[in-house]
């Protein structure tokens, strides 16, 4: 009798402890598997980014947020509170105009993004909830490998006054193999050499390049600046189909887009 009362009272226990154990809550997803990656749309209630128009979010660790809606570059601010995420009601953005389906996505996204109350990070794909828990769309990291890839560039930092445009009709690419090599062109010559990146930062070696001449207005100045640009650079995002290279004092060095 006494080891019957004794073996029902462990399993008592047993089913009391079970049961806690499944009463307690789930911890709140962390802010740090949210901050500071590059998000890329994937789905939004269902409707997939309108190809060759990327939509990306990052939420930088000082609490602002930036991204591209797919057509314009947006801005503004977010907080975390335990699972909570509240986005600013104001995303201050830039007014081009593009394809209708694009700006119909790009309206779209910037309403979920305020209607956000909750976000959940599994797997490296980010889910965004509204107040009710229900999904709003999903994110995927974008990856910052930069090795065999190819890239257009768009613009370089002249050494001079600004960021500028390449010449039209003097094409500068750059592709990134996997053995740590370069090339490429400046708009004229190939461009050889090394990098090493990782973990947002980036350097070059001595970038070598033919030696043809090329008599179109500016191409050879161009060339100069590019490679200059380059052996500048310190750190690296990407994001969408750009990438972007800044010095170590912040300044844009190189900007390019997938080709």
Request: net charge negative; charged share 15%.
């Amino acid at each position: 009798m006494a080891k019957a009362l004794w073996t029902t009272a462990v399993v008592a226990m047993s089913l009391l402890l079970a049961s806690c154990a499944s009463a307690t809550p789930a911890a709140p997803p962390s802010s740090g598997d949210l901050v500071g990656v590059t998000w890329l749309l994937e789905n939004l209630a269902g409707e997939a980014p309108v190809d060759g128009s990327p939509v990306t979010v990052h939420f930088a660790d000082d609490g602002a947020l930036f991204g591209s809606g797919g057509c314009n570059r947006f801005s503004g601010t977010y907080e975390i509170d335990g699972g909570t995420l509240t986005v600013g009601d104001a995303l201050p953005s830039t007014m081009m105009a593009c394809a209708d389906d694009v700006m119909a996505l790009e309206s779209a996204f910037f309403t979920a993004l305020t209607s956000a109350r909750g976000f959940a990070v599994e797997d490296e794909t980010l889910t965004l909830n509204d107040e009710s828990g229900a999904a709003l769309g999903t994110l995927a990291a974008q990856s910052q490998d930069l090795a065999d890839t190819t890239w257009n560039i768009t613009a370089y930092n002249d050494g001079v006054s600004a960021v500028v445009s390449v010449l039209e009709g003097a094409e500068a690419n750059l592709t990134f193999a996997d053995d740590g090599t370069i090339s490429g062109t400046g708009g004229c010559n190939r461009v050889l050499g090394s990098y090493t990146a990782g973990d947002g930062t980036i350097s070059f070696g001595i970038l070598a390049s033919t030696q043809m001449f090329c008599g179109a207005d500016g191409v050879m100045d161009q060339e100069a600046a590019v490679i200059a640009a380059l052996e500048s650079a310190a750190t690296f995002s990407i994001e969408g189909d750009m990438l972007e290279m800044r010095t170590a004092d912040d300044a844009i060095a190189v900007q390019l887009t997938r080709a």
